[in-house]
């Protein structure tokens, strides 16, 4: 399987981060680090900060993301916001069923769907998050369960619009936790994701999406993790908050 058919994309997740002027500073300062990058850069971001990113990140080879995305296009969904409403205010990229997002607000496989169907038909690049528990893995569904979620989440999504579709592999147990899957497992995870999309659209189809790894991806572990065939990149989540350490992943990604 040859890695260079993909794009790496490494993709921080700031979660509830920064305020708009907090995004200038740090945007402004990863800009000259993150410029000769040979993979694609992606900082995802609050809603109320996607304006100063935008802002910040023009002229440069950063693509501004969100953390999240309705499904319908407009209505009474207090709190809510649209998909065209991201792409109207210059966001290229959204992630989509991130576990925090699973736990904590009730999303279901069926609302993650939605989620990316919503995304990708608006031009969004979905960045659409698949991981176990530590108690599903302890009891042998990690493979199971990565395939069900990843074929949940990409139901009726056509071979075409997996263009704009990554996929993140985070095993739960890992995110924020300093807890970093090994880079063997990391590696069997994205596998699994990939073998699922195989199953629905053929190898050829599977060997060109992006599938990346998330959860405690750090300065430290990135070259090991994102040397590993299945590894297209990372969904970072504290280390993108540091413009060094993200830099450093980024530079990982290049090579
Ligand atoms: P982490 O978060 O890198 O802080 O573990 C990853 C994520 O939640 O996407």
């Known amino acids: 399987m040859d890695k260079k058919l993909r794009k790496a994309v490494i993709a921080g997740n700031w979660k509830m981060n920064k305020t708009p002027a907090e995004t200038t500073a740090l945007i402004n300062e990863m800009k000259p680090l993150v410029k000769d990058a040979d993979c694609d850069v992606v900082l995802c971001v609050p809603y109320v900060d996607i304006a100063a990113a935008v802002e910040a990140a023009k002229d440069s080879n950063i693509k501004i993301g969100a953390e999240n995305v309705h499904f319908k296009a407009s209505g009474a969904y207090t709190g809510e916001i649209s998909a065209e409403m991201l792409v109207a205010s210059g966001v290229e990229y959204v992630v989509v069923g991130h576990s925090e997002r699973r736990q904590y607000f009730g999303e279901t496989d069926q609302t993650v769907n939605l989620r990316t169907l919503a995304a990708v038909n608006a031009g969004l690049t979905a960045i659409v998050c698949v991981g176990e528990t530590l108690e599903q893995r302890e009891l042998g569904y990690t493979e199971t369960l990565l395939k069900y979620q990843t074929k949940m989440a990409l139901t009726n999504v056509t071979a075409d619009q997996l263009k704009n579709i990554i996929v993140a592999y985070e095993p739960v147990w890992a995110i924020g936790t300093g807890v970093t899957a090994t880079a063997d497992q990391a590696d069997e995870g994205n596998g699994f994701v990939r073998a699922a999309i195989a199953e629905v659209y053929g190898e050829d189809v599977a060997n060109s999406v992006t599938v990346q790894y998330g959860g405690s991806m750090n300065a430290k572990n990135a070259d090991e993790l994102v040397a590993k065939v299945n590894v297209d990149g990372?969904?970072?989540?504290?280390?993108?908050?540091?413009?060094?350490?993200?830099?450093?992943?980024?530079?990982a990604a290049s090579k």
């Open 234 to 251: 990372g969904l970072i989540g504290g280390a993108s908050l540091k413009a060094e350490d993200f830099s450093i992943i980024v530079k």
